[in-house]
């Protein structure tokens, strides 16, 4: 008689499983993928999804996610349509998009959404003789992935502050560098309104549509991206209920409490309601169950945008970090109970920018940027690692003489160029350069036309370290 396994060999998720005939039916696994809008979500999920269903059939696609390196995949297929309570993500719009003559890269989308896909695979060792008697050796693990803007990862803080500490914060803020010069008419206009002034409801919609012009401006001609609140950004299906027309105000220091019937007390009453109804609701609805993410970071883009936008998306990456983080008295834990996000990967996209000499530059520069941990944390907060990839491969290496010396290059078409070019990158920074290093951009990132690409799921999408990202996420799963 087989002895029986002693249950502290076993995976963690297998112990918590209710039974083997449970796991045999399937298990579920949720991949939340986030990042600053632009940052590549869209064409990550896309290219994944692609490159999973193609697996099969082209094993060499994916040979860094262990279950289809070691041969264990025995079918991926989208989950069907059902009632959803998400919106479904395009995939077979993308996928035709990219693979269109001449190809193009997804539209951009703003809300969040879904989708399923079933992986069967032949689980190893231990779990897959146990399985094996009840279910002929075959697992199927659902994995659902979701698509939502990084945006709203930065009204974590918004939770542990008043409406008053809020504005001094958010407008000091504003006060500094270029956003001083981007903010002079809000600045202008809020001198005019103090928070004691009696409330009006038109005063207060005209200080939100100057706030949030301000944000627009600042998002899509500076490339800035500490932007709060996120829902301002990215509403979302909110698009303009009422009680999101509120703004911070000048609010001296010492001021907590606005009298009844003023200015301050009308836009604390609607940011509180925006806390609890958007920002709570989001945690509490949503991200509790992503218990896998990957946040994906446009490092190359913002060092390309220059100083200011690069030390915003700092900020921000710093920001979206806290919400992986939980400490004793922390508000997500409060908020999110025994329910913890168990896996953490921050990735800088499009690395078929760079040769690949340059590519653990750029993961470092990363880790640098937003003081991410060098291994991953055991304890408390979730596991975390920081890779470089390329969702779709766009470009291929070569190497160019120049001076006498081989120097590598990366060779592509830009979007709408009658050829190919080879283009050289230069040295990615490992750490943000300091003020008097910014000056000639360091970079010249150009759009890359996507390749050739099969839009049925057989020969999958050229990508660069896309399988090694999903085994870091969800590899344990597949064992
Ligand atoms: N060359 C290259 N470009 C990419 C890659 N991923 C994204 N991009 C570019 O970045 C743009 C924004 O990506 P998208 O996925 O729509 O960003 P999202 O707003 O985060 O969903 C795309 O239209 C592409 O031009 C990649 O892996 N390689
Ligand atoms: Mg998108």
């Given at each position: 008689m087989a002895r029986i396994p002693i249950v502290g060999e076993l995976p963690d998720w297998l112990s918590e499983a209710a039974n083997l005939t449970e796991l045999a039916k399937g298990s579920t696994v949720w991949l939340a993928v986030t990042g600053l809008?632009?940052?590549g979500k869209t064409v990550f999920i896309t290219s994944l999804v692609h490159n999973l269903l193609s697996a099969l059939h082209n094993p060499n696609r994916m040979p860094l996610l262990k279950a289809v390196g070691e041969g264990r995949l025995l079918a991926a297929q989208l989950e069907a349509?059902?009632?959803?309570t998400l919106p479904r993500f395009p995939y077979a719009a993308n996928i035709e998009a990219m693979a269109g003559t001449p190809s193009v890269w997804p539209e951009p989308t703003a809300d969040i959404s879904e989708i399923g896909v079933d992986i069967r695979f032949a689980p190893t060792g231990l779990v897959g003789n146990l399985l094996g008697r009840v279910s002929g050796h075959a697992a199927t693990l659902r994995l659902r992935i979701v698509d939502y803007p990084g945006?709203?990862?930065?009204?974590?803080p918004l939770l542990s502050q008043s409406y008053a500490e809020w504005s001094r914060t958010t407008l000091g803020l504003w006060k500094r560098g270029l956003r001083a010069n981007l903010a002079r008419d809000f600045f202008t206009f809020a001198a005019e309104h103090p928070a004691t002034e009696t409330g009006s409801e038109a005063v207060a919609k005209e200080a939100h549509d100057l706030y949030r012009a301000l944000l627009a401006t600042a998002r899509d001609k500076h490339g800035l991206s500490y932007l709060q609140p996120g829902r301002f950004v990215r509403p979302g299906v909110?698009?303009?209920?009422?009680?999101?027309w509120f703004a911070p105000l000048e609010v001296p220091d010492g001021v907590d409490r606005f009298a009844a019937g003023s200015l301050g007390a009308l836009m604390a009453e609607r940011y509180e309601v925006y806390k609890r109804e958007v920002v709570e609701k989001f945690y509490d609805s949503y991200f509790r169950n992503y218990a896998r993410q990957i946040v994906l970071v446009d490092v190359l883009g913002a060092l390309l945008a220059g100083r200011e936008a690069f030390e915003d998306t700092r900020l921000a990456t710093e920001a979206i970090l806290q919400s992986f983080k939980y400490g004793q008295h922390n508000i997500l834990t409060r908020l999110l109970g025994a329910s913890r996000v168990e896996k953490v990967l921050f990735a800088a996209t499009k690395a078929d920018h760079i040769p690949d000499s340059q590519r653990e530059n750029m993961s470092t520069l990363l880790r640098h940027m937003a003081a991410l941990p060098v291994l991953s944390a055991r304890g408390r907060d979730a596991d975390i690692d920081v890779m470089s990839l390329a969702s779709v491969a766009s470009t291929i290496e070569a190497t160019q003489v120049i001076d006498g010396r081989d120097v590598e290059v990366v060779v592509g078409r830009k979007v709408g160029a009658a050829k190919q070019a080879k283009f050289l990158s230069g040295e990615v920074p490992?750490?943000?350069?300091?003020?008097?290093?910014?000056?000639?951009?360091?970079l010249d990132v150009p759009v890359f036309e996507p390749p050739l690409i099969d839009p049925?799921?057989?020969?999958g999408i050229p990508h660069i370290n896309l399988d090694l990202a999903l085994d870091y996420l969800i590899g344990d799963r597949l064992q």
């Open positions: 809008s632009r940052a349509a059902r009632a959803h945006e709203w990862l930065l009204d974590l909110l698009a303009d209920a009422p009680y999101l490992v750490r943000p350069p300091r003020p008097d290093e910014w000056g000639a951009p360091f049925a799921p057989v020969d």
